[in-house]
């Protein structure tokens, strides 16, 4: 049995290359996205809804989006990344604790 033709890849179908702040550019598989970044954590005094919120609310921007990484197949490291959620150009890297 002949096996059926492979797609092309297509603008929606590319890997992203993340430029890893400690190891240079590698392939998306390497990497575990992680979240929005600088999302404030509530005080110990938060309401339900207020946790609620911080859990499980996000959001679903258009555009540059600030958003967390870990090259988890390579330094093990967490960083920043803003990337444009609609063509996915990586605008910037940073590192944890730095400013956005
Ligand atoms: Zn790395």
Not at 20 to 36: A, K, L, N, Q, S
Request: glycine share 8%; charged share 25%.
């Amino acid at each position: 049995m002949k096996a059926p033709p492979r797609a092309l890849p297509t603008e929606h179908s590319r890997m992203l290359r993340i430029p890893c702040p400690y190891c240079g550019p590698r392939d998306e598989v390497e990497f575990t996205y992680g979240g929005p970044t600088h999302i404030a954590r509530p005080g110990l005094t938060a309401t339900d809804s207020e946790w609620s919120q911080y859990l499980y609310y996000r959001d679903n921007l258009k555009g540059p989006y600030r958003e967390r990484w870990l090259h988890s197949y390579g330094c093990g490291r967490w960083f920043n990344v803003l990337r444009d959620t609609v063509t996915h150009e990586i605008q910037r890297v940073y590192l944890m604790g730095e400013p956005p």
